[in-house]
C-alpha cells in the first residue's frame, strides 16, 4: 500500500477552475501509473484521467478538452488541471496509483461547482 495524499479541492464557481495535487510516498513513483477518478453522491466511481510511466494520457469523454493531467516525477506528484467546470463535476476526486499488482487510492478530495 502506497499513501496517496490529494489537495486542491474545494468551492468554485461555474466556468472556474481548480488544480489538484497528489503526493505519493514512494520511491518508485516514475515507474506507476496515475490517475483520477470521481465519484458523486449515489453514482459509481468513474474515470477522469490517466498518465501512464510514460507519459501516455487519457481522459473520460465528459471531461476530454477541459481537463489536463499531468506529472511531476522529481517531486513524487501528479497533478489534474480543471478548467471551465460545470455543476456537474461536482463530486469527490480520488487519486490512483498502479503499479504490477500493486493499487492504492487517496482519501478523496471534494470539488463542489456552484454559484
Known amino acids: 500500500q502506497v499513501q496517496l495524499v490529494e489537495s486542491g479541492g474545494g468551492l468554485v464557481q461555474p466556468g472556474g477552475s481548480l488544480r489538484l495535487s497528489c503526493a505519493a510516498a514512494?520511491?518508485?513513483?516514475?515507474?506507476?501509473?496515475m490517475g483520477w477518478y470521481r465519484q458523486a453522491p449515489g453514482k459509481q466511481r468513474d474515470l477522469v484521467a490517466r498518465?501512464?510511466?510514460?507519459?501516455?494520457?487519457n481522459y473520460g469523454d465528459s471531461v476530454k478538452g477541459r481537463f489536463s493531467i499531468s506529472r511531476s516525477n522529481a517531486k513524487n506528484t501528479v497533478y489534474l488541471e480543471m478548467n471551465s467546470l460545470k455543476p456537474e463535476d461536482t463530486a469527490v476526486y480520488y487519486c490512483?496509483?498502479?503499479?504490477?499488482?500493486?493499487?492504492?487510492w487517496g482519501q478523496g478530495t471534494q470539488v463542489t461547482v456552484s454559484s
Open positions: 498518465i501512464s510511466r510514460g507519459g501516455s494520457t
Open positions: 514512494t520511491m518508485f513513483f516514475s515507474l506507476s501509473d
Open positions: 490512483n496509483l498502479a503499479r504490477g499488482s500493486i493499487e492504492s
